[in-house]
């Protein structure tokens, strides 16, 4: 194809990209991508993680391509809106996404969809023949933009093969030709065939280990939530402003942070230089009335309290199911009727929260004490 080029990529070999596709990579509101981690703060606990959303996105097209391909659609708007999928990522992925949406009220789709509509990514589109009105429907969720969000989509099978990859851990590792392969759909449905229920059932216990064992290690946790922190007090003080955050990257923002009159300088530089807080706390709860109890006690503790972190960390994925469609193209049921394994992982999903409290070493063995007198630990 004329114009086209080839993409080496680390995880899914070579990734044909056309002459569009191109253009959007090369656009600058696509190349931000390329200096956002993928994995936010994780790369002070693994330091290999330093992956990017752009190299992501690419294999979430690559991947989306392929399935499409497997159930006989040609779709190439489809295809397009897995390329864009992450385009309205904040700095550090997740880990100021809860800031921006306190103040703007938008979650990275969202703006991701602004961005699409107000930037040159828009013209690129409207020049290249694709439908710009099906584009931003799937962007928005439209069917069958479950290819690429779903419980199996391209979205997932890309970011588990791509984390374990480069934290060098073997949690996420699925056989993601074979997940592609037994994809199957049903009407205006997705799903998995009968044959692929071991499949459906080793993406959801990957996505599971990478969480528990990489996504909320403490350290990522501590970092993130030291990070949500310079960033609020540099917005509250002024010097950042929420909508400016949307153009940023890792590196940008951290070097506005860095420059705050506030002690948001000192909290950046510490995450920069990895002197973080203690883990003092981190274990299973049950009830938010047990975070609250545990806030309203440290509290009254004679302590810096800009120097405490309380989180309370839920596991995703305790909702997700999938269809079972057998050969006729008829569902049959979902994965929750038909494993016994994926019914009480979800189970396991819905009811597990951590409760995470980190502090300064010198104030370790107080807050401590104080946990200790409201869980009896």
Do not use: W
């Amino acid at each position: 194809m004329a114009n086209e080029i080839i993409i080496r990529d680390a995880i899914l070999g070579d990734i044909r990209v056309n002459k569009t596709e191109r253009r959007v990579i090369d656009d600058p509101h696509f190349q931000r991508l390329r200096y956002i981690r993928q994995v936010g703060f994780l790369y002070l606990t693994y330091p290999g993680a330093n992956h990017t959303r752009l190299e992501h996105s690419i294999g979430t097209m690559k991947v989306t391509r392929d399935i499409c391909e497997v159930l006989g659609i040609d779709n190439e708007e489809l295809v397009m809106s897995a390329l864009l999928h992450d385009i309205g990522h904040t700095p550090f992925s997740h880990q100021s996404e809860d800031i921006i949406k306190h103040y703007l009220g938008k979650n990275h789709e969202q703006i991701g969809a602004e961005t699409i509509s107000k930037s040159s990514i828009h013209d690129i589109i409207s020049d290249s023949g694709l439908s710009y009105k099906k584009l931003m429907a799937y962007i928005r969720g439209a069917h069958p933009s479950e290819i690429i969000c779903g419980a199996v989509g391209s979205d997932r099978i890309d970011y588990l093969v791509r984390d374990s990859y480069y934290t060098g851990t073997a949690y996420g590792m699925i056989e993601a030709d074979r997940i592609k392969n037994k994809m199957a759909i049903s009407g205006r449905h997705l799903g998995i065939k009968e044959s692929g229920l071991q499949v459906a059932e080793s993406i959801l216990l990957a996505r599971y280990y990478m969480f528990i064992s990489a996504y909320t290690h403490h350290t990522t946790l501590i970092a993130g939530g030291m990070f949500s922190r310079a960033l609020q007090l540099a917005i509250e003080a002024g010097e950042i402003s929420p909508e400016s955050v949307i153009k940023e990257n890792d590196y940008s923002i951290m070097a506005k942070l860095a420059e705050s009159k506030t002690n948001a300088s000192e909290i950046s530089k510490r995450i920069m230089e990895r002197r973080l807080l203690k883990q003092v706390f981190y274990k299973p709860v049950r009830g938010e009335e047990v975070v609250k109890a545990v806030s309203e006690k440290i509290s009254t503790l004679d302590i810096d309290q800009d120097s405490i972190l309380i989180r309370l960390i839920k596991l995703k994925g305790g909702s997700d199911d999938i269809n079972i469609i057998d050969k006729k193209g008829r569902i049959t049921g979902k994965l929750s009727e038909k494993s016994e394994l994926f019914a009480k992982l979800s189970e396991t999903l819905e009811k597990r929260s951590m409760l995470l409290v980190a502090a300064e070493e010198k104030d370790r063995k107080k807050v401590e004490t104080a946990i200790s007198k409201i869980l009896g630990v």
